[in-house]
């Protein structure tokens, strides 16, 4: 398996603007994670999914973001619209339950808003 | 709140000498503990999870303890090497493929 792929590696925007970013986890896993990471927050859970049903978004920040899982093999991440402070290196990871292997995290997507 | 604490931001150590990493948690009862490694610019890699019925892991030169009382684990790395040098990351979970809650990490540098 090629892991967790994770599109696109940096994405630059304006304010305002509409960004997507998306996952692809491991086959048959069946956990889904939205992380984000900064320097001054650390990383974040903002939502997860077992098998593609939302189970806890009360890491979403506000209603600018969403995320959907339509199937076991893609998620995306919508922030619209967004602001500088949405700036930050977003990871997705995936997991199996029943598994003593932890996630698996891709290798991020590094937004800058400005 | 929850609240996990990795000791010291940074820790630096001679090569061939034992690392020695903290986590330490409050307001939580966590099932299981997890160390994770991330290098910059990459994503955190899976090292090794403990359960909390678990005293000790280990694999090749890592070892993790939990201790539930004192709510803390301890994560080495024996005879180091400058590849140790890394952010290494605990996380608490209540299974052992959902949710988890990360610490912000510790940045060991090995010198040579």
């Known amino acids: 398996d090629a892991g967790v792929i994770q599109s696109p590696r940096h994405e630059v925007t304006e304010m305002g603007q509409e960004v997507t970013l998306r996952c692809k986890p491991i086959s048959g896993h069946d956990y889904l994670f939205w992380y984000r990471q900064t320097m001054m927050r650390g990383l974040e859970l903002l939502i997860y999914f077992n098998n593609n049903v939302p189970i806890d978004d009360s890491g979403m920040p506000e209603d600018r973001f969403s995320a959907k899982m339509p199937n076991a093999s893609f998620s995306t991440l919508k922030i619209q619209p967004s602001e500088p402070r949405d700036s930050a290196v977003y990871f997705c990871?995936?997991?199996?339950?029943?598994?003593?292997?932890?996630?698996?995290f891709g290798s991020g997507t590094r937004l800058t808003v400005v | 709140s929850q609240k996990i604490e990795q000791n010291s931001e940074a820790l630096n150590i001679q090569e061939g000498k034992t690392a020695t990493l903290t986590c330490n948690y409050t307001n939580y009862s966590p099932a299981y503990l997890q160390w994770y490694r991330q290098d910059p610019g990459r994503g955190p890699v899976f090292l090794l999870l403990i359960r909390e019925n678990e005293k000790e892991k280990r694999k090749e030169r890592l070892k993790v303890t939990f201790d539930t009382t004192l709510k803390q684990s301890l994560f080495h790395i024996t005879a180091s090497q400058p590849a140790d040098s890394a952010t290494y990351l605990c996380a608490l979970s209540n299974t052992n493929a959902g949710k988890s809650t990360f610490g912000d990490g510790t940045t060991l540098t090995v010198k040579p």
């Open positions: 990871a995936s997991s199996l339950s029943g598994g003593d292997y932890g996630y698996t």
